[in-house]
């Protein structure tokens, strides 16, 4: 199984998703021009990693912003999280959020009251 390792741009996050550690990282803006182009390669690799997790998947998310159609794409990526953790292995999702940024925390918060996975909310001093 490939890693996946995609460099960010103005529009679409830095993303690395590595089988053999268990990482999976979504860093910066995500406004893709087509979120679902964007996000279904790595949907479609977590469906492949579900069937063969570490014991610890441990997911960070670190998004300065996005647009409601990532939105729901993220949630897909969750999802699939969701189906992992359920499989009974270890995944935490660490949600990053700058410390004045209301708006990314509630993102985070929503998301948690969605899927059933353990949440960290961490804040990081500008």
Not at 52 to 60: D, F, G, I, R, S
Not at 70 to 81: A, E, N, R
Not at 95 to 118: F, N, V
Request: charged content about 30%; glycine content about 6%; hydrophobic content about 35%.
């Amino acid at each position: 199984m490939e890693p996946i390792s995609i460099e960010g741009t103005q529009k679409t996050p830095t993303v690395n998703f590595n089988h053999e550690t268990g990482k999976i990282e979504i860093k910066g803006r995500s406004i893709p021009e087509n979120s679902i182009e964007f996000y279904k390669p790595l949907v479609d690799w977590l469906e492949q990693y579900g069937a063969a997790p570490q014991k610890l998947t441990e997911v960070n998310v670190q998004l300065e912003y996005f647009n409601t159609s990532s939105s729901k794409c993220i949630l897909d990526v969750f999802k699939k999280l969701e189906a992992i953790y359920k499989g009974g292995n270890e995944v935490v999702i660490n949600w990053y959020y700058e410390e004045d940024d209301e708006d990314m925390l509630e993102a985070g918060e929503d998301y948690q009251s969605i899927i059933k996975i353990p949440f960290k909310m961490i804040e990081i001093a500008e």
